[in-house]
Antibody
Framework: QVQLVQSGAEVKKPGSSVKVSCKASGGTFSNYAISWVRQAPGQGLEWMGGIIPIFGTANYTQKFQGRVTITADKSTSTAYMDLSSLRYEDTAVYYC?????????????????????WGQGTLVTVSS | EIVMTQSPATLSVSPGKRATLSCRASQSVSSNLAWYQQKPGQAPRLLIYDASTGATGFPARFSGSGSGTEFTLTISSLQSEDFAIYYCQQYNTWPLTFGQGTRLEIK
């Protein structure tokens, strides 16, 4: 049973960057996409994008294009989400989640399915 | 982008009773719909995928139905541990989108 363990809470200043990690253990890593979803305080869920480690290419929603970079290190079964030019409204809990279905025969070619399991979440606070 | 609208925003139901939660998509998502349960301070958990397939770890009192633009999550006999926020999510069309959630509370 795969588990996703994320890095700890961060406090960042406006305009800076944050990098959150997500380490998978207990299961297959490379042939499932890892997606990132955020949740602002008291709000709903927002998908940011994802990566399929065996392909190495990430895809992002238009809202975050240019500000977010998602990478994966197959050797350590760890995915990363780097968000730059932070604004106050980026204050949120950031979750990683394993994307389904798994890649079989080259399909799917990009992240974007249902999510199970999820990491425990990482609170990123943007404050001056 | 596809807008997912959940109703009601808050549902008050007594333990042992049936709860019916709705999710509507602004355009067809076929059966590419998932439901999640989220409790305070916890990450969401997958409940249903492909509109009606139950995820591992949830009892049979949870069921999903629907296709196209109209979906329903039914909890047949509410237990205390079922009071939480429920989100639907479509994965038919990029970008993936979630509903705003339905808070299920004890009546």
């Amino acid at each position: 049973q795969v588990q996703l363990v994320q890095s700890g809470a961060e406090v960042k200043k406006p305009g800076s960057s944050v990098k959150v990690s997500c380490k998978a253990s207990g299961g297959t890593f490379s042939n499932y996409a890892i997606s990132w979803v955020r949740q602002a305080p008291g709000q709903g869920l927002e998908w940011m994008g994802g990566i399929i480690p065996i392909f190495g290419t990430a895809n992002y929603t238009q809202k975050f294009q240019g500000r977010v970079t998602i990478t994966a290190d197959k050797s350590t079964s760890t995915a990363y989400m780097d968000l730059s030019s932070l604004r106050y409204e980026d204050t949120a809990v950031y979750y990683c989640a394993r994307d389904h279905p798994p890649v079989v025969g080259g399909s799917p070619s990009a992240a974007g399915g249902w999510f199970d399991p999820w990491g425990q979440g990482t609170l990123v606070t943007v404050s001056s | 982008e596809i807008v997912m609208t959940q109703s009601p925003a808050t549902l008050s139901v007594s333990p042992g009773k049936r709860a019916t939660l709705s999710c509507r998509a602004s355009q067809s998502v076929s059966s590419n719909l998932a439901w999640y349960q989220q409790k305070p301070g916890q990450a969401p958990r997958l409940l249903i995928y492909d509109a009606s397939t139950g995820a591992t770890g949830f009892p049979a009192r949870f069921s999903g139905s629907g296709s196209g633009t109209e979906f329903t999550l039914t909890i047949s006999s509410l237990q205390s541990e079922d009071f939480a926020i429920y989100y639907c999510q479509q994965y038919n069309t990029w970008p993936l989108t979630f509903g705003q959630g339905t808070r299920l509370e004890i009546k």
